[in-house]
C-alpha cells in the first residue's frame, strides 16, 4: 500500500509564509503527478497546484506569484512553499499522488490522498 504523510500545516499571520511537505511511502515504482488540493468546509475541494514527475506546474489564479511547488523525485515528496497568505487561504490542505504505480502492480495506476493538513491565516 501506499502512504502520503502532509506536515507543515498551522497558524499564520497574514502576509506570512508557511512550507507544506508530502511524502510518499511504499513500494512505489513512480508517481505520475503530485499536487495539493485544499477544501473549506461546505465547499469542493479545489486544485491548488500540480507537478509532474518532469517538473511542469500547474496552479489555480488565486496563488500564481504567491504559491511555489516543487518536488525530490528521489523521496517521493512534493513541497507547496506559500508566501503572502491570505485569510483566503485557511483551509484543509491535501496531497495527492497520481498515476502511482508499485513494484507490484506495475501495470496499475492508482491515485492516493493524504488525510490533510489545516492552514488557518488569521491575526
Known amino acids: 500500500q501506499v502512504q502520503l504523510v502532509e506536515s507543515g500545516g498551522g497558524l499564520v499571520q497574514p502576509g506570512g509564509s508557511l512550507r507544506l511537505s508530502c511524502a510518499a511511502s511504499?513500494?512505489?515504482?513512480?508517481?505520475?503527478?503530485m499536487g495539493w488540493y485544499r477544501q473549506v468546509p461546505g465547499k469542493q475541494r479545489e486544485l491548488v497546484a500540480t507537478i509532474t514527475s518532469g517538473g511542469r506546474t500547474n496552479y489555480v489564479d488565486s496563488v500564481k506569484g504567491r504559491f511555489t511547488i516543487s518536488r525530490d523525485n528521489a523521496k517521493n515528496t512534493v513541497y507547496l512553499q506559500m508566501n503572502s497568505l491570505k485569510p483566503e487561504d485557511t483551509a484543509v490542505y491535501y496531497c495527492?499522488?497520481?498515476?502511482?504505480?508499485?513494484?507490484?502492480?506495475?501495470?496499475?495506476?492508482?491515485?492516493?490522498w493524504g488525510k490533510g493538513t489545516l492552514v488557518t491565516v488569521s491575526s
Open positions: 511504499g513500494m512505489i515504482f513512480s508517481i505520475d503527478t
Open positions: 495527492k499522488a497520481g498515476g502511482v504505480r508499485t513494484v507490484t502492480t506495475i501495470m496499475d495506476f492508482m491515485d492516493y
